[in-house]
């Protein structure tokens, strides 16, 4: 499987921006994709999750600003990213797995199994 990210860049405090990921591959292992994000010196965090019955969870950052959403025809999952913060900066990932850790409530990143190359935000205060 391999993941493809698009959509990073810079942008102002209070903006928008709107990432892309798709997969291709052996894509039918795939069952969760996600949104992970690194800001320097910290750890991997969660920032969403889409399942292929359109489950959705949310890391805490994410919550009432961020939207997941998923084309499956497409193999692509889109992170709509609304009221960017400086705190935001970081470089995000986009992941996937087959959903099992996730049946079990784990949303750690070590339990991905694929990942993309990732894709810088930088939010200017």
């Known amino acids: 499987v391999t993941l493809e990210e698009s959509g990073g860049g810079e942008v102002q405090a209070g903006g928008s921006l709107r990432l892309s990921c798709t997969a291709s591959?052996?894509?039918?292992?795939?069952?969760?994709m996600a949104w992970y994000r690194q800001a320097p010196g910290k750890q991997r965090e969660l920032v969403a999750n889409?399942?292929?019955?359109?489950?959705?969870d949310y890391g805490d950052s994410a919550k009432g600003r961020f939207t997941i959403s998923r084309d499956y025809a497409a193999n692509t999952v889109y992170l709509q990213m609304n009221s960017l913060k400086p705190e935001d900066t970081a470089v995000y990932y986009c992941?996937?797995?087959?959903?099992?850790?996730?049946?079990?409530?784990?949303?750690?990143?070590?339990?991905?199994?694929?990942w993309g190359k990732g894709t810088l935000v930088t939010v200017s205060p």
């Open positions: 889409i399942s292929s019955d359109g489950r959705i």
């Open positions: 591959g052996s894509i039918f292992t795939i069952n969760v």
């Open positions: 992941a996937a797995n087959d959903g099992t850790a996730q049946a079990m409530g784990i949303t750690d990143y070590y339990v991905m199994d694929y």
